[in-house]
């Protein structure tokens, strides 16, 4: 028995974040575990499509859940330390209860915000879980045995007395404080450093939302000491917060005033790296990625899109479907992102090429460039026959290009980027067309054009290079939403390299589908493909705002395009509903990277430059500070008013005006 998709959105419909566990076990069955913890529908939807029944894993931390896993095993007995830690702090409250198969409890409580994950550091036999942890949630198994929901259906709140008993014990402190417990005047400042303000750091708090932690802090617990005036406790609070103080802020809420005070920590949700559903590892595709990965640093994402573009191109310009009065062909463009230089994209494609150059040598040698840097040199690479008329009226013909097959490999797909930002350059507008008609043409004198052009990319980059160049280019509005954007990275540490995978067993079976999907013409869905389809078609045809949008803004196309690369691999005529959902997990894995790669941003450098500097202050900033400080003075009021109006309707930023004692100022800030 495992958690249905049922079960698992119902948990997620309380309040909870989950994720998947592996069936009938403990560990995440994926990449990025409780991080990719979420409450949102379709992606739970996603994730148990994805594999058969998994258990549940439930993110603690988030919104103050945490959980007192009470053990009793081993030796270790938690009952009994319970007991003896409610008289010293208190009867717990009735509270959801989670009994688990060891005979053990997971008592779930409200009202932990920043309380962190320890084992034993309470009490023998009592771990904490909490900000950077999960538990495994109700239904879940080990075996035949089930974690049992009881108790109440409803969490209790924490008592305040147990909040700041697990707050310092989930700092691994030596000693938890009795209730009450006052903080003696010679002692405030150091306990308030060395257990409080570190603590507060430890969660990546700002020096101000330290320091207005501390007051609350120092007001409810430290004795008072006459000699001192409220603006030298004041001054000494700025000291310890400035000591402490961590540059990256997670944001704090301060709930009521003066003796009733107490602080809520809002962690920002973690950006998630994308995971790969099994699904596209399907049929010939998924059987290579599985013998050249063992031996490889690649990451198995980038082997096996390369292993579909490589293939799309090889096959060349036959195999088809059509919708309305548009033909799409199986050419894709696509580029890899990787955090840093050591992605190694590189390599992925070069276990590729070898495989292919196997398959078609000639292709290899002849068909795989690069140097994209003009939309006429792009041209030229595939161009036609061009007659030619001297002044005498004689005529010649410069021949063009037969193989009318393009891969293109950019290494650097950051210089493509630079060369579309150039003015004049046609490269983007011609790399559209490539991808829409693969009729490729300009208005320059030598008349050149290309007909019937098979061009692919294959392109890698490092998200820093991307980002820096993606607002100042058309690629938003122009060719991107046209690339299958994906995240890669180092899959594991070969330090004396990969040995070489022996994929010889592949040239053969590659041959042969190679050689039927050259003559298959238009590929169709069975009818059971089609009602799929008909699932998924709204989703995929509602983009969000923003940049995003625009580069995620062709998921119907795509989907079919790769959904028909799987059927040509299968040797079928026909597209199926296992095809159409290995491309499905390949489009949803692109889709998620571009989330993780553009986030937020809209695409405007006037209005991504402002949110940036929005984000980073807590205070927010004045409209003269945002064209000063921000923008340098190079921009004008006027770009300055409607790069806000923008962040003002996408909802990303509001302003306000406050008093100052002199001219009323306009303060915005992020949302």
């Not at 995978?501 to 053969?508: E, G, I, K, N």
Request: aromatic fraction near 6%; glycine fraction near 10%.
């Amino acid at each position: 028995m495992s958690v249905s998709v049922a079960a698992a959105l119902a948990l997620a419909g309380d309040g909870y974040s989950i994720f998947p566990l592996v069936p009938g076990g403990k560990l995440p069955a994926n990449n990025d575990g409780f991080l990719s913890a979420t409450q949102d529908e379709e992606r739970i939807r996603q994730w148990w499509r994805r594999r058969p029944l998994p258990n549940v894993g439930v993110s603690t931390g988030v919104g103050g859940l945490v959980v007192l896993d009470v053990d009793h095993k081993d030796g270790r007995d938690g009952p009994a330390s319970l007991r003896h830690l409610e008289e010293r702090f208190g009867v717990l409250p009735l509270t959801r209860i989670v009994r688990t198969p060891s005979g053990g409890e997971h008592m779930y409580f409200l009202g932990g915000d920043g309380i962190r994950c320890s084992s034993d550091t309470l009490a023998v036999g009592i771990d904490i879980r909490g900000v950077g942890g999960y538990v495994v949630g109700p239904g879940s198994s080990i075996g035949d045995r089930v974690y049992e929901l009881e108790g109440s259906p409803q969490e209790a709140m924490l008592p305040d007395t147990w909040r700041d008993a697990l707050l310092l014990a989930s700092r691994n402190r030596d000693a938890v404080p009795d209730p009450g417990e006052r903080i003696p005047k010679e002692q405030r400042n150091d306990k308030l450093f060395h257990v409080y303000a570190r603590s507060l750091n430890d969660l990546s708090l700002t020096e101000e939302e330290i320091r207005d932690c501390l007051r609350i802090i120092e007001h409810a617990r430290c004795e008072p000491d006459p000699s001192e005036t409220e603006a030298d406790r004041e001054k000494e609070i700025a000291k310890i917060a400035r000591s402490a103080a961590s540059r990256e802020g997670r944001g704090i809420v301060i709930h009521g005033e003066g003796d009733t005070a107490h602080i809520a920590l809002i962690a920002q949700p973690p950006t998630v790296w994308p995971e790969m559903g099994e699904q596209a590892y399907h049929g010939l595709a998924g059987d290579v990625v599985r013998a050249i990965s063992p031996q490889s640093e690649a990451d198995p994402v980038a082997i096996l899109v390369h292993l579909l573009v490589g293939f799309g191109n090889l096959i060349g310009r036959n195999a088809h479907f059509v919708v309305e009065s548009d033909w799409h062909y199986t050419n894709l463009f696509t580029v890899a992102v990787g955090e840093t230089a050591k992605g190694r994209k590189g390599t992925s494609w070069g276990r590729v090429r070898r495989l292919l150059e196997a398959v078609d040598p000639q292709w290899t040698a002849d068909r795989v460039m690069g140097g994209l840097s003009s939309g006429e040199g792009l041209i030229k690479a595939v161009c036609d026959d061009l007659e030619k008329h001297s002044a005498k009226g004689e005529s010649a013909v410069v021949p063009g290009v037969k193989d009318k097959r393009l891969t293109v490999y950019e290494a650097e797909f950051s210089s493509v980027l630079k060369q579309c930002a150039r003015e004049q350059n046609i490269l983007s507008a011609v790399i559209r067309q490539a991808w829409d008609t693969g009729h490729l043409h300009n208005m320059t004198i030598d008349g050149r054009k290309a007909t019937d052009a098979h061009v692919s990319i294959i392109g890698h980059v490092t998200k820093a290079e991307l980002l820096r160049q993606i607002t100042e280019t058309d690629a938003a509005s122009g060719f991107g939403n046209r690339i299958l954007w994906y995240c890669v990275r180092r899959s594991q540490m070969l330090p004396r390299g990969g040995a070489g995978s022996d994929v010889s067993q592949w040239v053969q079976p590659l041959r042969a589908v190679v050689a039927n999907a050259r003559g298959a013409g238009q590929v169709g869905m069975t009818e059971a493909a089609w009602e799929r389809w008909d699932s998924v078609y709204t989703e995929l045809s509602t983009s969000p705002p923003g940049l995003l949008g625009s580069m995620i803004g062709r998921a119907e196309s795509q989907t079919r395009r790769l959904a028909m690369l799987y059927a040509l691999l299968d040797n079928a005529k026909l597209v199926d509903v296992v095809h159409l959902d290995a491309a499905l997990a390949v489009w949803d894995y692109c889709a998620d990277s571009a989330r993780y790669i553009f986030g937020k941003r809209l695409g405007d450098p006037t209005a991504d430059s402002i949110l940036d500097a929005l984000q980073r202050s807590s205070q927010g900033l004045t409209r003269e500070q945002i064209r000063s400080d921000v923008l340098g003075r190079h921009k004008s009021s006027a770009e300055v008013d409607r790069a806000l109006d923008v962040l003002l309707t996408q909802r990303l930023a509001s302003g306000e005006t406050v008093a100052t004692g002199g001219r009323p100022a306009e303060v915005w800030k992020a949302t």
